[in-house]
């Protein structure tokens, strides 16, 4: 068998590359369309859904110079500017190559930064210094605009990823920045922008209300789980290649209930059963495994757990143990014993902590290991 083929590199717990990406095949069409279009996308899903691997890979398939921005250790609207600054700055090294030939370019088109090219053990490298007597915001959107100026001078084409980029929303809010990107982002024809992040319901504001400055600046793709017919072909490949069998119909069924088609967990619960199974697995073997899920993660389920109020956690029991409709009803207000407004209150907090979603008019947990350690007891007390 080919050592790159190997049945355990088909479930790697971070980003899914090459045979390890399973289907997103619409999903990473209507991405590269986006892309190619140069219309600006927002990526909606919960962590550990896959929102950077279809990212990676729909920018693999368009072969346009790309760079990462991750707002994560952002703590002020400084931070942001800087790293907007420094991304674009290696962005224009990545298009264009010989940045020191296009100096004079870069000095026509900013007022508010100064550009100067600092010279390496290996080339040189361009560097956008900001001046101090100026905001933050300037400097984001003279940044941004000095990229796209410098590609339509070329007629090129480029991307940049924001990530977690609710941190932007929850640090610099009202500092003028995320009007800035508007200002630049609703011209742009050479540089596409995708927003992604780890808080739906954050980035959600910041995309859906009105009074917010990127409200219906992009397209939005909500991803979704993966259909199991997909995951089916995907698992038998690995299959085969480990047992030279596809599974069992019952044992497919198995590993699909008890991951509930998370794509995070699908591949957590695949790479137990593949580790620790010599014969094709039977549904015995696909629970003992997901015991193993169970214990590796429980401590972190139970932290995010216990960051819950009283009423936030007796709401996830009950939906973990009886149902996830009719939440406002009288029998539900009964068995839990809170007022209307309560509940009201606990649903709204525990989906802006991502820790349910509403899907065909019922709300499920997200996470299988918060659900499977909640339904260990049916008490809602």
Not at 154 to 159: E, F, G, I, L, T
């Amino acid at each position: 068998m080919n050592k790159s083929l190997k049945p355990r590199n088909y479930f790697p717990l971070g980003k899914a590359q090459g045979y390890a990406f399973c289907n997103r095949e619409m999903e990473t069409e209507w991405l590269i369309g986006n892309i190619e279009a140069c219309k600006h996308s927002l990526l909606i899903a919960p962590r550990r859904f896959g929102k950077s691997s279809l990212a990676e890979k729909a920018l693999t398939a368009s072969n346009l110079p790309t760079i990462n921005v991750n707002f994560n250790t952002c703590s002020d609207e400084n931070d942001v500017e800087l790293l907007i600054r420094q991304g674009i700055s290696q962005l224009i090294g990545r298009t264009f190559g010989s940045v020191d030939k296009l100096i004079n370019s870069i000095k026509t088109y900013v007022t508010h930064l100064t550009p100067k090219i600092s010279i390496g053990p290996e080339f040189a490298h361009l560097e956008l210094f900001s001046n101090q007597q100026n905001n933050s915001a300037i400097h984001v959107e003279e940044s941004l605009s000095l990229m796209e100026k410098l590609l339509a001078e070329k007629n090129a084409h480029a991307v940049i990823v924001f990530d977690e980029f609710q941190m932007v929303g929850l640090i610099a809010k009202g500092s003028g920045v995320e009007a800035a990107i508007r200002n630049v982002a609703q011209d742009m024809k050479h540089l596409a922008i995708i927003f992604s992040g780890s808080n739906r319901s954050l980035l959600q504001l910041m995309f859906e209300d009105e009074g917010r400055p990127l409200y219906k600046i992009c397209r939005k793709l909500r991803l979704k789980r993966i259909e199991p017919s997909h995951y089916q072909k995907h698992l038998n490949h690995a299959a085969q290649l480990a047992w030279k069998k596809n599974l069992d119909e019952t044992v497919f069924e198995q590993i699909m209930l008890l991951s509930e088609r998370h794509p995070f967990y699908v591949n957590y619960l695949c790479d137990v059963i593949w580790t620790e199974c010599a014969a094709i697995p039977t549904k015995s073997d696909v629970i003992r495994a997901w015991n193993t899920v169970i214990d590796e993660e429980a401590s972190d389920a139970n932290a995010e757990i216990a960051t819950l109020s009283m009423g936030q956690k007796k709401l996830l029991k009950y939906i973990a143990n009886y149902s996830g409709d009719q939440l406002m009803s009288a029998n539900t207000i009964k068995i839990l014993g809170m007022a209307l407004s309560s509940i009201a209150g606990a649903l709204t907090g525990l989906i802006e902590k991502d820790l349910i979603e509403k899907e065909n008019e019922t709300y499920q947990i997200i996470n299988p290991v918060i659900h499977c350690l909640l339904k260990e007891s049916v008490a809602v007390t």
